[in-house]
């Protein structure tokens, strides 16, 4: 995956870890990272989001950006554009690239945003209540002020179409992340039904949905066609599902890891497992699996799908099924959608590119 981002980052002629470097560069902003160290010796979650955003060496946080870039090139101007191609840099317009920006700092926004905590759930090994407070209100003034940069720079790209499908976007995230955060309880986590079409839905919803109008607002820059315009938002669609079902399923196929509960019981192969095995049969499964009685989640009462021992059965139950077959399945479906979106565009380092990036999230052991 780092090889083909690095690649990739050659073609759009920079790193895209510096896209949105002025606005992280700001006044603004490195005042609230002054703030943001007084955090230091707590486990409020922004502090992880911020030590991502300087170095993450498993998934690229630029990633949305650098695939608005390459459709953008692999593209090329249209018939319609022709006459402002001195614009071009690297055969990218330069609200193009705005606009990739733009998309880096809505999907930064968020990613600050979800590091707000639950107050009630915080245990005292946690840290202090008045730094986890703390914290929250720095995720919320931190995120507010990346969101309000980004419509800023929407704004200046004067184009009525791209500021709707964005603004849209931003709406889809909104709903997406707000059903995860109401399902997120344990009763819920236990009785609602998901199954994979919903769970489509809602992965759309807050992980698709702003790259592929991403995409499509980039064709729209460059005025091209409707068809392509659909083409670019196939591409980003199908390919963050790729991308988000392939994140799903690395806890149940890296060949060793010694983490056995960083899974969801709403992840791909748990939805599929439990629609394989029925709904009653896989409550039961979560409910009646036994702990022991001296080990430390039975003498912390946790309830059972909060239970470490509980999770490493039901991890190895889901990968004894047909779940996490299925999901390799729908990830290369997915993925294939998007190669043959790409087939629309002419033959060109970008292209390929993004079909590597394809290739790079739909390869398993």
């Given at each position: 995956w780092s090889q083909v981002v690095s690649e990739a980052e050659k073609i759009v002629g920079y790193p895209t870890s510096f896209m949105s470097l002025r606005c992280l560069l700001s006044d603004e902003l490195s005042n609230i990272a002054m703030q943001v160290r007084k955090l230091v010796g707590t486990k409020?979650?922004?502090?992880?989001?911020?030590?991502?955003?300087?170095?993450?060496?498993?998934?690229?946080?630029?990633m949305r950006g650098l695939v608005v870039l390459l459709i953008s090139k692999a593209a090329g101007p249209s018939t319609a554009e022709l006459s402002f191609q001195h614009d071009m840099v690297s055969g990218i317009y330069s609200s193009q690239r705005s606009l990739a920006e733009i998309t880096e700092l809505i999907h930064t926004a968020f990613l600050v945003h979800r590091g707000i905590v639950n107050i009630g759930e915080l245990k005292s090994c946690d840290g202090p209540l008045k730094d986890m407070q703390f914290g929250n209100k720095m995720a919320v003034l931190s995120g507010d002020f990346l969101l309000a940069n980004a419509c800023t720079s929407l704004a200046q790209l004067q184009n009525t179409k791209v500021v709707e499908l964005i603004s849209s976007a931003i709406g889809d995230l909104v709903q997406g992340i707000y059903y995860e955060n109401s399902k997120s309880s344990e009763e819920n986590c236990l009785t609602d039904d998901i199954g994979i079409s919903r769970?489509?839905?809602?992965?759309?919803?807050?992980?698709?949905?702003?790259?592929?109008?991403?995409?499509?607002?980039?064709?729209?820059?460059?005025?091209?066609?409707?068809?392509?315009?659909?083409?670019?938002?196939?591409?980003?669609?199908?390919?963050?599902?790729?991308?988000?079902?392939?994140?799903?399923?690395?806890?149940?196929?890296?060949?060793?890891?010694?983490?056995?509960?960083?899974?969801?019981?709403?992840?791909?192969?748990?939805?599929?497992?439990q629609?394989?095995?029925?709904?009653?049969?896989?409550?039961?499964?979560?409910?009646?699996?036994?702990?022991?009685?001296?080990?430390?989640?039975?003498?912390?009462?946790?309830?059972?799908?909060?239970?470490?021992?509980?999770?490493?059965?039901?991890?190895?139950?889901?990968?004894?099924?047909?779940?996490?077959?299925?999901?390799?399945?729908?990830?290369?479906?997915?993925?294939?959608?998007?190669?043959?979106?790409?087939?629309?565009?002419?033959?060109?380092e970008a292209r390929d590119a993004l079909a590597n990036i394809v290739y790079a999230v739909t390869r398993f052991p």
């Open positions: 409020h979650p922004l502090l992880d989001t911020a030590r991502g955003f300087v170095y993450d060496s498993r998934n690229n946080l630029q769970w489509k839905e809602q992965v759309f919803l807050s992980h698709s949905a702003l790259l592929a109008k991403s995409c499509q607002a980039a064709m729209e820059l460059a005025k091209h066609s409707a068809e392509i315009q659909d083409m670019a938002f196939q591409y980003g669609k199908h390919m963050s599902m790729s991308h988000k079902l392939h994140s799903d399923l690395q806890p149940f196929v890296k060949e060793s890891s010694s983490d056995t509960v960083a899974f969801s019981l709403n992840s791909a192969p748990a939805i599929l497992h629609e394989f095995r029925g709904r009653e049969a896989w409550l039961k499964q979560i409910k009646e699996k036994p702990c022991a009685p001296r080990d430390h989640c039975a003498r912390l009462k946790l309830p059972p799908h909060r239970c470490a021992c509980v999770f490493q059965q039901l991890q190895e139950a889901i990968k004894a099924g047909k779940g996490v077959t299925s999901a390799i399945d729908l990830c290369r479906c997915h993925g294939n959608r998007a190669l043959a979106a790409l087939e629309r565009f002419p033959p060109s």
